[in-house]
């Protein structure tokens, strides 16, 4: 669909804002400037305790984490007196700020459970956390300041962490009424559901079956019991606290216990995994009434409550007046909308209803050649997202009768067919839809994220996969594509039957996304369609239930943000044999693949990757051991780098300032200007 925007609209810069239903003593001692100052300082002063501490165990320095994404430089959040937060009063820079922000969700991205360990989906989990107070929250800038947790800290160089909470914090339900207070026992009732199989199904174990002492093992043992006996389990009934490094003392001291060294281990306690749980919830509502709550009988504690859920329509969030952070600013109310794909989202930030959105390819080329176009003077490069873009290939493809596809599996695991993919893909038009100025700045050739963790000598870790890999100017290829294709024929022939044929879903009635999914199909084919033929194909509501749990697509491509800054939280996701492993359990199905020399190859990059996770003495060998395992695993085509997300958008917030939370954001009903946006830019890395 091709928007029109010479035509005559609508706007309204300053909408009348209504509740309307649309349709359809231990501190954190470092934080940085920039983002690159904060962490290289950070790295170098982690690199000092590591020396002070090695002959007493060793230690491992890693830069503060950002889970799915804040940039480290140094911001002050706005505060506003508590009886005037959510209200229309204009900023000291005279603007006037949005009180009930409207914003959006594709459909089929919309939230998939109420409960916030069961989730590793972005688009879940940002609905989620801002209803749930974690120990340690992330400014605008990346940086770690308190939440539930006033003090924290380490004295032994990262083996137990202490952290001294609030004892103001109040669980209560959808109407505000109180519940229960927040107390230690909570996270001790939290990380027994994440690490109990049967009740949370191995979902947001990865890292805090690395990171805290007995956590693997425990899992382990519920794993093996049968399900009525572990769903028994609690954190006080049964062996939870004599297996697992966690002790509340009394009700607002928390204790952990790492299996190693873990100076990063703080960078953790944001995510989902190190949440709380109010063991009197559980005892209410009973082990089946969790796994199945939906808003109307949450318990939050965090700056907001869930007042309607209507799916496929809206989600609506509003203030929770019991929230403890009394100076913080916070919206009236948050309301997602549920749209069909970006070209709705955008047509709804041009009526006015909601607040921002990202300008689609064709959009932004019209805007972009016309200065006389109305929305030229707000076009604004976004603040690059923490995610990395991956094409996952299915290794365990099934048919739509559930038989398996052989065809696609014997091919993806011959590795001159995946290198030929590697090589022999230009996806320049690919990455102009998402930024048609300048796509080149998407380019991914690596797995991890950039700008991310660093070398205690300042060096980004992902240059060092870079030298690895011996990319001067990127991947692109087609000599290397064209000799990989025809050895792959060569090596399939009586094999396979040519085409090979790419099943790609998309949800149905996205033409966004149907747009972007032609262009891919155009990039595969560029390779002969005697050699691959790609099939665009639909889901209606739920890719992960219509999708990938039927194992019917032959690569995804999906984005995975830090849960803490180390390459194991992006690696660690695609080894053998652990169910904590996101991707390679639910995107690769590499466990159920019978390739022998696909599975040793894989094998391979799994011992080097744990063994990697194994150095916790030196963080230039655990850093170097971890480029070597992510190169090995790109030179072999185990999973294909696509890009980085750099958008174009029009939107009335400031993103360079703004927490994930929907908290001390600064907005504008104006939407903000190009100028605006690159001073935004400049005052951020300036700093």
């Known amino acids: 669909m091709e928007i029109l925007l010479n035509q005559s609209r609508q706007r309204d810069f300053f909408p009348a804002r209504r509740k309307k239903r649309l349709l359809p003593g231990l501190r954190i001692l470092f934080g940085g400037k920039d983002m690159k100052k904060a962490t290289r300082l950070l790295a170098l002063l982690l690199a000092a305790l590591m020396v002070l501490t090695a002959c007493g ?26 009886d005037v937060i959510g209200e229309t009063t204009p900023a000291d820079d005279g603007i006037t700020p949005v009180t009930d922000w409207y914003t959006w969700q594709v459909q089929g991205t919309e939230i998939e459970t109420f409960l916030i360990f069961n989730s590793e989906v972005s688009s879940t989990l940002e609905v989620l956390t801002a209803c749930n107070s974690p120990l340690l929250e992330r400014n605008g800038a990346g940086q770690l300041v308190p939440a539930a947790a006033k003090e924290w800290g380490s004295e032994d160089g990262g083996i137990t962490w202490t952290f001294k909470l609030r004892d103001d914090i109040t669980w209560v339900d959808v109407d505000g009424n109180e519940k229960a207070k927040t107390v230690a026992h909570d996270w001790l009732t939290g990380l027994e559901w994440v690490l109990n199989f049967h009740k949370n199904g191995g979902a947001n174990t990865s890292m805090p079956n690395l990171l805290v002492k007995g956590a693997q093992e425990y899992y382990d043992y519920t794993h093996d019991l049968d399900e009525a006996e572990a769903l028994a389990l609690s954190a006080d009934n049964g062996p939870f606290l004599e297996m697992v490094g966690i002790e509340a003392p009394d009700d607002y001291t928390l204790v952990y216990t790492c299996p190693n060294n873990a100076p990063y281990f703080e960078t953790l306690c944001f995510g989902a995994a190190l949440r709380p749980l109010s063991q009197a919830q559980v ?6 009434g969790i796994r199945s709550m939906d808003n109307t009988d949450m318990w939050y504690n965090g700056a907001y409550v869930i007042t309607e859920y209507i799916q496929g329509n809206t989600t609506v969030l509003e203030r929770n007046p019991s929230y403890w952070d009394k100076d913080c600013t916070l919206f009236d109310s948050v309301t997602y909308v549920t749209v069909e794909d970006n070209v709705r989202a955008q047509d709804l930030f041009m009526n006015g209803e909601v607040d921002w959105c990202n300008v689609t ?7 972009y050649e016309d200065p006389s176009d109305e929305w030229y003077p707000y076009l604004v490069e976004a603040r690059p997202t923490p995610y990395s873009y991956q094409a996952h290939l299915n290794y365990a493809k099934n048919k739509e009768d559930g038989t398996p596809d052989d065809n696609w599996n014997n091919a993806v695991a011959n590795e001159a067919f995946r290198l030929s993919l590697l090589y022999g893909l230009d996806l320049t038009k690919f990455w102009a839809r998402t930024n048609f100025i300048n796509p080149a700045s998407c380019e991914n050739v690596a797995y991890t994220m950039t700008e991310m963790m660093y070398y205690p000598d300042g060096r980004d ?9 011996g990319y001067k100017s990127g991947r692109y290829d087609a000599e290397k594509g064209k000799q990989y294709k025809e050895q792959a024929m060569q090596e399939l022939a009586g094999k396979v039957t040519f085409p090979v044929e790419v099943d790609y879903y998309i949800a149905g009635g996205n033409q966004s996304s149907l747009d972007s999914a032609t262009v891919l199909k155009e990039v595969f084919e560029s390779l002969g369609t005697d050699y691959i033929t790609m099939n665009i194909k639909t889901y209606v509501s739920s890719f992960t239930k219509e999708v ?10 999906s984005g995975w943000g830090a849960d803490y800054r180390d390459p194991d939280n992006f690696l660690g996701q695609e080894i053998m044999g652990a169910d904590s492993a996101y991707y390679a359990c639910n995107y690769a199905n590499i466990n159920d693949a019978t390739d022998p020399e696909l599975l040793s190859t894989w094998q391979t990059f799994t011992d080097m990757t744990v063994a990697a996770s194994q150095i ?9 051991a971890y480029a070597d395992a992510e190169a090995f695993m ?3 085509a185990l999973v294909i780098p696509v890009r980085y997300q750099i958008t174009w958008k029009l939107t009335k917030s400031n993103d360079y300032d703004a927490m994930e939370t929907f908290k001390n954001w600064h907005t504008s009903t104006t939407p903000y200007t190009t100028e605006q946006y690159e001073q935004f830019k400049a005052d951020f890395y300036a700093k």
């Open 57 to 82: 165990g060793g230690g491992e320095t890693t830069p503060p984490a950002a889970n799915d994404g804040g940039q480290s430089g140094e911001t002050t959040p706005a505060t506003t007196p508590e």
């Open 283 to 288: 005892d209410e509502m009973g082990v089946s």
């Open 361 to 367: 390819e064709a959009t932004l080329q019209t805007i």
């Open 461 to 469: 870790y992902v240059q060092a996969v870079w030298d690895r890999l």
């Open 548 to 557: 990938t749990i039927p194992r019917l697509q032959s690569f995804a491509i």
């Open 616 to 624: 916790y003495d030196d963080i230039t060998k655990r850093y170097d």
């Open 634 to 636: 790109i030179e072999h």
